[in-house]
């Protein structure tokens, strides 16, 4: 047979499979793209106006739509019931300055077939970019971030350079909405624009040419779940007219939005929306579809195997085998019955085996993770009351009832926090970190040693750790009264704090953040300070947590370049734009946290306007514009005289320089807050001691009047600087 033959047969075989879809007397296609029955191209070839496939023609070429959308149809997936159509991409772009040049948006709305929540994911790309998908009754996103092209890596949308999220079912009308935190102008060298679109997974394959090239793209894949009506299987079987399900066909519910579909019963393919559209298939010709052993035999729906010994013939027995053939099989079955006692008498051997392995790993993780050196630094402290234990996996798998969710009081970017409670009866808090850097592990075993050691009482103490599992494991004292966001921000909180406790709040995380900067050894860079990780106590006194992304300080080193890390808001400018950490970011941080306190305003909100989106730059704004009494909470103005609240709002200000240099030290901070709690608490002390107040006082007011030049120091990794960015994070 030439190559003309097997072509022209190759068609036919084609056009065969397609005409067993098809309506008769109806096209079977609209461009390259098939249209089966239940869908159709002119009235009498579709099933209802749902499925009406409008084909526009011209002299050129022919482009299917969905009814009379705006869907450009790719592909009907029949056996799969799921469309596939294209949508649109939107884009915002910038120039050099940081203005707005193209601004492309993007929304879809569709009467029925809703988008696939199983084939789709909602994709972000930029170095500055956050997109947000609004639904009906639900808002989903991801948040893209990325220093140079160095960091990005193709494939990966993990959200540096590029994220994705899944949606919704039922998801029939959505709204694009793409921002960005500072107009491209830290990046717009090699991304200019943000990207954002919902396409068919594993048809978008991110590089970081995208990080460009996408300004050329406006169209994507998109997949849509399709059924028919909105009835169940039961409801339409009850009306036989309308009922879409024909011979040899089974009916399903729709797993995304309403209606059901019909699929051909086992041993049938076909088209379950044509009459006699389900054919019988031979599962003899593909052993794929048989599990006959040595004769199949073709039937309706179905097969027979005959027996796998010897030949079919008169007096066999069943499945075709002949009496001697029937011997042979008991023979078989006592030999199984034989092997089925050893393999039980063999697994308790197995059993004890797969424990001594087990104990294997955990002495490798053990030991990969530091355990012996760690002994080695705690035993130096015996001494030492408040030694740090290493608890064993067995321990706090039982204090959490095997991590049950239950048990779950945070999630964020760097891991998940478990509430346990030890045999001892003490309740702790469990830190489970998503990943470790092997080769930072003598960092890591630093750090527990270091922070072990930290006995402040503003501080949530460490108790000790576990390296029996891949990732190790933190253990800290459990503080009961949730977290310094949730009294500022959550409604159901029964009253506001009081401005006095706010202040007492500052000047001990102030106070914290100075003992850990000056008076630590080594010194230690916060990194992550944000009102999430300040917990309150019943008496409402701060303790400063989650040191996860902690930094320590070598006293041979001024600087050091990392992966920023840390929470939007929060982030210092100088450190995201140079990777420079120094403990100026923490002042910046805490400078927020102020401004929180002044305002009871969250550090970034997206559904305010693009003014207002960052409180620390609209602070600073209201502040030049002498509108400050308009952004501080209404109960801290009935509360307190406008000087004191001047006070701190221009010590916030400092803190919010966007050099480090002219930013004052933690030391500074901390001596001029507690100052104001002191001269708050004792208005008469300047009487009873001028000398003393009025030293107090020019220091006051020399550091409120001049810039301050901070320490520049250098860190290195004690855990994890590969985690990207959190678009939130919880406790």
């Not at 796998?308 to 007096?315: A, E, F, S, T």
Request: hydrophobic letters at 35%.
């Amino acid at each position: 047979m030439n190559l003309h033959a097997v072509f022209l047969w190759a068609m036919m075989l084609a056009a065969t499979a397609a005409s067993q879809t098809i309506r008769p007397g109806c096209e079977g296609d609209c461009g390259n793209v098939s249209i089966p029955y239940p869908f159709g191209t002119r009235e009498g070839c579709f099933l209802n106006e749902d499925f009406f496939i409008n084909c526009s023609r011209n002299s050129t070429h022919s482009q299917p739509f969905l009814r009379k959308s705006n869907f450009v149809v790719q592909e009907i997936m029949l056996e799969n019931h799921e469309l596939r159509v294209l949508s649109y991409v939107a884009r915002r772009c910038y120039n050099k300055t940081g203005s707005l040049v193209e601004n492309t948006v993007a929304s879809a709305q569709i009467k029925l077939f809703p988008f696939s929540n199983k084939r789709n994911k909602f994709t972000a790309v930029g170095c500055d970019t956050v997109a947000l998908l609004l639904g009906e009754n639900v808002t989903t996103g991801c948040f893209s971030v990325c220093n140079s092209t160095d960091s990005v890596t193709s494939g990966s949308c993990s959200g540096i350079g590029c994220c994705q999220t899944s949606i919704p079912k039922g998801l029939l009308k959505y709204d694009v909405n793409v921002d960005t935190l500072y107009n491209h102008t830290f990046v717009w060298s090699f991304n200019p624009c943000s990207y954002t679109f919902l396409v068919e997974e594993g048809s978008f394959n991110f590089s970081t040419a995208d990080l460009i090239d996408l300004q050329k793209i406006d169209k994507v894949s998109t997949v849509l779940d399709w059924a028919v009506g909105n009835q169940t299987c039961e409801e339409a079987q009850k009306n036989s007219t309308s009922y879409a399900c024909k011979e040899n066909s089974n009916c399903t519910k729709s797993d995304n939005g309403p209606g059901y579909r019909c699929y051909c019963s086992v041993g049938y393919r076909g088209n379950p929306y044509l009459p006699n559209g389900c054919h019988d298939v031979d599962e003899c010709k593909d052993p794929k579809l048989n599990d006959c052993t040595h004769r199949c035999t073709n039937t309706i729906g179905g097969y027979n195997c005959s027996c796998p010994w010897g030949h079919h013939g008169h007096g066999s027995g069943k499945d075709g085998c002949t009496a001697d053939q029937l011997l042979f099989i008991k023979i078989a079955i006592g030999v199984g019955v034989g092997l089925i006692v050893l393999l039980t008498s063999s697994s308790w051997l197995y059993w004890i085996l797969k424990k001594r392995k087990f104990l294997k790993v955990k002495e490798k993780y053990f030991q990969q993770n530091g355990g012996l050196i760690l002994e080695q630094q705690l035993s130096k402290r015996e001494g030492s009351s408040e030694r740090s234990k290493i608890f064993t996996a067995e321990e706090l798998e039982e204090a959490t009832d095997k991590y049950n969710e239950s048990k779950i009081i945070g999630q964020g970017g760097y891991g998940t926090v478990y509430k346990g409670t030890l045999s001892d009866g003490r309740v702790v808090a469990i830190k489970k970190s998503k990943m470790v850097d092997q080769s930072q592990v003598g960092q890591f075993i630093n750090e527990v040693v270091v922070l072990s050691q930290i006995n402040h009482r503003n501080i949530v103490k460490l108790l000790g750790c576990c390296l029996e599992t891949e990732v190790p494991l933190l253990v800290y004292e459990f503080v009961t009264n949730g977290t310094l966001f949730d009294y500022i921000h959550k409604e159901n909180k029964v009253s506001p704090i009081s401005w006095e406790t706010r202040l007492r709040i500052a000047a001990e995380t102030a106070g914290v953040l100075s003992y850990l900067h000056s008076a630590a050894s080594p010194p230690i860079i916060h990194r992550d300070i944000k009102s999430n990780n300040i917990l309150l106590d019943d008496n409402y006194t701060a303790k400063v947590s989650d040191f996860g992304t902690s930094r320590l300080v070598p006293q041979d080193q001024m600087q050091l370049s990392t992966m920023v890390q840390g929470t939007l808001g929060y982030l210092d400018p100088e450190y995201l734009q140079t990777s420079q950490l120094t403990e100026k970011s923490d002042v910046y941080s805490f400078g927020v946290v102020l401004v929180e306190l002044l305002t009871g305003m969250k550090a970034l909100s997206f559904d305010k306007s693009e003014e207002e989106r960052s409180l620390a730059m609209y602070f600073l704004s209201s502040l030049k514009e002498n509108r400050l009494f308009q952004l501080l909470e209404d109960n801290i103005l009935h509360e307190v005289n406008g000087e004191e609240l001047n006070e701190v709002a221009l010590l916030a200000k400092r803190c919010l320089k966007l050099k480090g240099e002219d930013r004052p030290t933690m030391k500074e901070v901390a001596m001029e807050l507690e100052g104001m709690r002191k001269m708050k608490m004792h208005p008469w002390i300047g009487e009873l001691n001028s000398e003393e107040t009025i030293h107090l006082l020019d220091e006051s007011s020399n550091t409120y009047q001049y810039d301050t030049n901070g320490n520049v120091t250098t860190v290195y990794d004690s855990i994890r600087d590969h985690i990207a960015l959190p678009l939130h994070d919880a406790r």
